[in-house]
């Protein structure tokens, strides 16, 4: 992190999934990056960004670039195409990616214009694999059976966790799962010494565990209470749309009008759902349970274990428990907004009460509460 002209940028890289089939043209390598001043994000900002890839060093000449201005999304974040600009200086598709280390090295100008006084330079961990093939064409291709390495010919390559489609377990997820942004999230486990309960080690859509409380790799996606997967989830790279007409059923129904869209009701009882269900999250075989294979929605009680197991009963005792819980907000059932992303955090229990259904909440306190299901909550998987 670095003061700037008298602001602070800091730049959370998320590298996707590179890169499309060999024959393509043009090659693609999408990132995101969250840009905030010390906190507070520019959100649906126009932000003028120049991306560099350098060899050799963070230091290194530039063997591609290119700029563009991209307006951030409620939530800080930019969606950026390498190789996918107007303007740019080199040409992607002839890097010598075997010729490295390479860094991808941000510069900012969150007035939208070309005055970049922000940087950040991160290496590439993972070799674009759709790259090193179509250069590699002749070589054998095979991954280790621990997943975590492509050999191409004699030569090794990590694979990053949870990034690397080769790596992901789509079918640990239930059939018809909708991944925003292609992201499958990784299965890691984390096992709670006080409760002897074992957990994904991640909100359901993160990137991976939370490396601090405000991590935004670590946020995942905002589940309406008892939905499916089916999309209206998603918080990145932008958020799902929104409908304000409820649903008659809550089987996933791709032919709905409803399917995929996050649904606001601004009516008691504040559900999705025009008539209520109680049982859609309850139990590893619920209906519309999104966890993957052997994971459920933790129940009310569950969830009140977990908190009497922390240090403190606040933000900070979420994310120093062995869960790393960040503040990842949730979602306003009546107007589809984010609301305290970065300074609290909701979850979801399978639990209902009433016409609602029970969440953990914690900001300065924690406990739990009777929620409208209407809400957003990020999900966070019991292993059962």
Request: proline share 5%.
């Amino acid at each position: 992190m670095k003061y700037i002209h008298h602001f602070l940028i800091v730049l959370q890289l998320l590298f996707g999934v590179a890169l499309g089939a060999l024959a393509q043209a043009p090659p693609i390598i999408h990132y995101q990056a969250v840009i905030h001043d010390g906190g507070a994000v520019f959100s649906e900002a126009e932000i003028g960004i120049r991306t560099s890839i350098l060899q050799g060093s963070p230091t290194g000449s530039a063997v591609y670039s290119q700029t563009d201005t991209i307006t951030s999304t409620p939530d800080g974040l930019v969606n950026i195409a390498i190789g996918q600009s107007s303007n740019q200086t080199g040409v992607l598709s002839e890097v010598d990616w075997s010729a490295g280390p390479y860094f991808v090295k941000l510069e900012t100008d969150p007035k939208g214009g070309d005055a970049y006084t922000g940087s950040e330079t991160m290496q590439f961990v993972s070799v674009p694999f759709g790259y090193l093939s179509a250069e590699s064409s002749s070589a054998s291709l095979r991954v280790s059976a621990s997943g975590d390495t492509l050999y191409v010919g004699t030569q090794e390559h990590v694979i990053v966790p949870g990034i690397s489609a080769i790596n992901s377990c789509t079918t640990c997820y239930p059939e018809g799962y909708q991944f925003c942004n292609g992201w499958v999230t990784e299965i890691v486990e984390v096992t709670n010494p006080v409760t002897n309960q074992t957990w994904m080690d991640r909100n359901l859509g993160a990137l991976r565990q939370a490396q601090s409380i405000t991590d935004a790799q670590a946020y995942g996606d905002l589940f309406q209470w008892g939905r499916f997967a089916d999309g209206h989830q998603c918080r990145y790279p932008e958020m799902s749309e929104t409908l304000d007409i409820n649903a008659n059923t809550s089987a996933p129904a791709p032919s709905a009008d409803w399917y995929g869209k996050f649904i606001t009701e601004s009516e008691d009882p504040y559900d999705w759902l025009i008539t209520p269900d109680t049982n859609l999250w309850y139990g590893v075989n619920a209906v519309n349970n999104p966890c993957p294979s052997g994971y459920r929605i933790p129940t009310a009680a569950e969830w009140e274990d977990e908190l009497g197991s922390w240090g403190s009963e606040t933000s900070d005792g979420a994310f120093a428990s062995p869960l790393k819980l960040p503040v990842s907000g949730y979602r306003d059932g009546s107007s589809g907004g984010p609301i305290y992303v970065g300074s609290a955090g909701g979850y979801w229990s399978s639990s209902v009460s009433g016409s609602n259904a029970r969440s953990l909440f914690y900001s300065i306190d924690a406990s739990l509460f009777s929620d409208y299901r209407a809400v957003g909550n990020a999900v966070r998987c019991l292993k059962d």
